[in-house]
């Protein structure tokens, strides 16, 4: 299994561009999390994703969009990028078949993202 | 809503020495409690997980945690620390019913020679 896989790994845009984040898990999951993370922040949520066709907001959803079209993949979009969304960004899934909800996360590699 | 604050965040010992990350949480009900490693350039892994069986737990690497009801803590704690231990250390914490974890700031764990 290759677990949670991210695409791409780097990306440098520039003000006002746009770009999908992919993120893809092979564990048959039903909840995916999209995260930043920034130094002395740790890591915070921008959005999740219960079940295939539901999203929800996290802590800093703003300037970000996310689709869950299928099960295995989880997108992060953003529309018009800006310097301040200069980070990393993290993608993670957990289990919560059967009614079941582990609480664990399984997390990608993460993309680096510079915006100029 | 809960919360969890890792004290200090940044933490050097020497190889060899007694290694102690501490984690403190905020919550009514009992929560669930995780430890993530993240070694450069790399995702987070789980160390650890505390879901309300035993209070003391065993983890990855020789690492093991604490839970203590009463001081609402979960230390991480290593008896001898290994280069190989130099990363960033975060606790989360959830609650039943929860959707999601609620990560603290993180500590970056240096080990001196």
Redesign the interface.
């Known amino acids: 299994n290759a677990g ?1 896989t991210q695409t791409p790994k780097f990306r440098v845009l520039k003000t006002g561009q746009s770009m999908t984040l992919l993120c893809a898990q092979d564990m048959n999951h039903e ?1 995916m ?1 999209w995260y930043r993370q920034d130094p ?4 915070r ?1 921008i959005h ?1 994703s ?1 079940g295939e066709g539901t999203t ?1 907001k ?1 802590e800093v959803p703003d300037g970000y969009n996310v689709s869950r079209l299928k099960k295995q993949n989880f997108l992060l979009g953003l529309e018009s990028a800006a310097p301040s969304q200069t980070s990393v960004y ?1 993608c ?1 899934s957990s289990y919560a078949g059967g009614g079941l ?1 582990t ?8 993309t680096r993202l510079t915006v100029l | 809503a809960q919360s969890v604050t890792q004290l200090g ?1 940044h933490v050097s010992v020497s190889e060899g020495a007694l290694v102690l990350l501490r984690c403190n949480y905020s919550s009514s009900v009992p929560p ?1 409690l ?1 430890w ?1 490693v993240q070694y450069p ?6 160390l650890l ?1 505390y ?1 309300s069986a035993a209070t003391l737990v065993k983890g990855i690497n020789g690492f093991e945690a604490e839970f203590k009801k009463s001081e609402t803590s979960f230390h991480l704690t290593k008896p001898s620390a290994h280069m190989s231990d130099a990363a960033e250390y ?1 606790c989360a914490v ?1 609650l039943q019913g ?4 609620v ?4 500590t970056r764990l240096t080990i001196n020679p």
């Open positions: 949670v909840y999390y002395g922040m740790g890591l949520l999740y219960v929800a996290g993290f993670a909800f609480h664990e996360q399984f997390f990608g590699p993460g | 965040s669930y995780f993530y350039n790399q995702g987070l892994q789980l997980k879901t975060f959830s929860a959707q999601k974890l990560f603290g700031q993180g």
